[in-house]
């Protein structure tokens, strides 16, 4: 693949994630436009209320007030400004009008399998340790989320169409992880590690691991995250 087939593969990849990670939280609707793909509900979690994948090659202004109208009518909305969006410079769009960058989100590419030790990891099979698993990941991502939304995200997590992924030692769940598979290629999502074992390459040895299961290579991208 050339760089920009690569990036747009990646690019594809994280749009795809997000919406259907979104539309596993009840009253959340998803709509596909020509300059880009819209998420709504009623839910204040800010997966619920974004956009992403735009193409502004044709009336961006129209676009952008249409997105800074949205934002002040809502309590969360975020606009996603990824590399491989039209134009080149739109980030710039976004902060000229009010938006603010909120976080970054780099995807890393991998070719081949990657040597190394790795840490055999197993699959949730049962809706039971589909949430625990999921119960694991909110609880390291999440500290100063209120219990409500916890469990929502966790909802999320667990009924997605997801692979979520384990390892355990005898103080319980020890790392996890989130794969997904589109037809673009494979990402790894939600890498964690429970915070005694942290510092230790734990984390190194799960994206090991994951390499092996990916025969096609993905790419590497910025997403922004921007919010008024």
Known sequence: MSESELVNTAREIVASTFVSMALQVPGTQFEEREQFW??????SLSICNFAIKFDLSEEPEQ????????????????????TGDKPENSERLWVENGFQVRQILTTFVSESALDGERTE??????????LRIADFMVEQFF??????????????????????????????????????ETAKG?????????????S?????KIVREFSTWCADPVSYTHLRAHET
């Open 38 to 43: 819209m998420v709504s509900g009623t839910s």
């Open 63 to 82: 676009v952008v007030e249409g997105m800074v109208r949205r934002s002040k009518s809502m309590p969360a909305f975020s606009v996603f400004s990824a």
């Open 121 to 130: 990891l197993a699959v949730c099979e049962t809706k039971e340790d589909r």
């Open 143 to 180: 500290l100063r989320v209120s219990d409500p939304q916890k469990q929502a995200i966790a909802l999320a997590l667990a009924s997605s169409p997801h692979g979520l992924h384990f390892s355990e030692d005898g103080f319980g769940v020890a790392s996890a992880a989130m794969r997904v």
């Open 186 to 198: 494979a990402a790894l999502y939600n890498l964690c590690v429970r915070s005694d074992r942290r």
């Open 200 to 204: 230790q390459g734990e984390g190194s």
